[in-house]
């Protein structure tokens, strides 16, 4: 018999958990019976080790549990900020966690809060990005999606530079940076047709020196190809 502190949400725990799966490591735990010896038997059983943490996921959440403040302790337990490896299988986690039900993909509400919390301070883009999604995403967030925000967030500057637009981005980020261009090219277009009268202060418009963020962004090493191949 289950005690109550058994069942309780344990976000240290299941972190484990999750890295030990995703790692290999589980492969070797006894409860499963057998040790998978071929890349399909592996894959097989990480995914049956991913669907049945997810059901103990959502088991273990109730009411009275916040996911993000459950997530935020986590995050200060972690050296995230020193090792760009941790913070990706931490990243990785976050979606999975954020997901309902067993479903592969996320909300764009838990979607948004998640990037709010976790890429704070490393995306220089961060609230246009976020602002962008709430007002023209319809769909849920997918993982390739999720993935390939941390990448941008990564290897693109605030002014764009470092994005390829022949690159495989999803969608939505080709999107955003269109967005993004847009609003350049009218700041641009007022700034170079607005001719200031010096004798009339209200005349005289408040546009920033920079329309984007800048402050608070973590360079960490590799590209976004190491990224997306794992390495």
């Known amino acids: 018999m289950e005690t109550s502190d058994s069942k309780r949400f344990d976000i240290f725990q299941i ?15 006894c409860e499963v019976g057998y040790i998978p010896n071929d890349e399909s038997g592996k894959a097989s059983f990480t995914r049956e080790a991913l669907a049945q943490l997810s059901k103990l996921v959502d088991s ?13 302790k986590l ?5 995230l900020m020193a090792d760009f490896s941790e913070f ?6 976050v979606f999975f966690v954020c997901r309902e039900n067993g ?4 909300t764009v509400r838990r979607a948004v809060a998640a990037w709010k919390l976790v890429l704070a301070g490393q995306f220089r883009l961060l609230n246009h990005w976020c602002d962008f999604v ?24 605030e002014d764009l530079e470092g994005y390829d637009p022949e690159g495989a981005w999803p969608t939505l980020i080709d999107d955003f940076v269109e967005h993004i261009y847009s609003i350049t090219r009218s700041n641009d277009s007022i700034s170079h047709n607005f001719t200031c009268n010096y004798g009339d202060p209200v005349s005289q418009p408040s546009i920033p020196e920079d329309s984007l963020p800048v402050a608070g962004l973590k360079n960490f090493p590799g590209s976004r190809e190491s990224y997306v191949m794992g390495v």
């Open 15 to 29: 972190y484990r958990r999750f890295c030990e799966i995703k790692s290999g490591n589980a492969y070797h735990c």
């Open 75 to 79: 995050m200060s337990q972690l050296n």
């Open 88 to 93: 990706s299988n931490f990243y990785d986690f």
């Open 60 to 72: 273990r959440m109730n009411v009275s549990t916040s996911l993000f403040e459950e997530v935020f």
């Open 134 to 157: 709430e007002k023209n995403q319809q769909h849920n967030i997918s993982e390739d999606t999720w993935r390939q925000v941390l990448a941008f967030s990564r290897c693109v500057r």
């Open 103 to 106: 479903q592969k993909n996320i």
